[in-house]
């Protein structure tokens, strides 16, 4: 995907996901609560967001993806402040 940053794959996050593996971090695969307010409005618990790692930094990173109850798929390459859907 094109993002002001350039090209980021996420497939390798995304495929985590779908196979149940975590990200060594105490959020991964916890429940966002999007606190922002800026993805489509849903119930407490609906969302959970995953780590995806960020070249050349040390621990997780800014990088998430959130994942929907539905399967719909979000990228944030700024820990929450932006939102690009997957799908």
Known sequence: MATRNGL???RSTIDRIKA???FPHRND???FQDREGLLPKQSQGYYREYVHPTP????PGAQRVIQGQNGELYYSPDHYRTFVPLN
């Open 20 to 22: 149940g593996e975590k």
């Open 56 to 59: 050349g930094v040390n621990g």
């Open 29 to 31: 695969g916890s429940v």
């Open 8 to 10: 980021v794959n996420v």
